[in-house]
């Protein structure tokens, strides 16, 4: 069963992100996901307003997107997010 890793991104330094966003597309594919969304323009529906990016990524399975958040790979790419961005995440089984 597919699981989403979501979220919820405020980028704080644009420059040092860039190096982050360069470096993890590759990690993700390796581990069999990609990318549902990744930022763009949001229409808020309700509730209080979240001007955060959000990121929606696709996993064959919770065991897949798990060894991706842990892989060594993927550590070496989150020292570059360091003092980049403030980031909330969560995994969420699919349906």
Known sequence: MAA????????TDPARWEQYRAAVPA??????????VRGGDTVWLEGAQDTRRQ???EFPSMDAATAF???PEYAAAK?????????????????
Do not use: F, N, Q, T
């Not at 989403?4 to 980028?11: E, M, N």
């Not at 993700?28 to 990318?35: L, Q, T």
């Not at 997010?81 to 699919?94: F, H, K, Y």
């Open 4 to 11: 989403y890793l979501v979220a919820h991104i405020r980028i």
């Open 27 to 36: 990690v993700i594919a390796r581990h069999g996901g990609h990318y549902i």
């Open 55 to 57: 990121v929606i990524i």
């Open 69 to 71: 958040w842990h892989s």
């Open 79 to 95: 020292k570059l997010r360091e003092g980049a961005a403030e980031v909330d995440a969560l995994l969420v089984p699919g349906v």
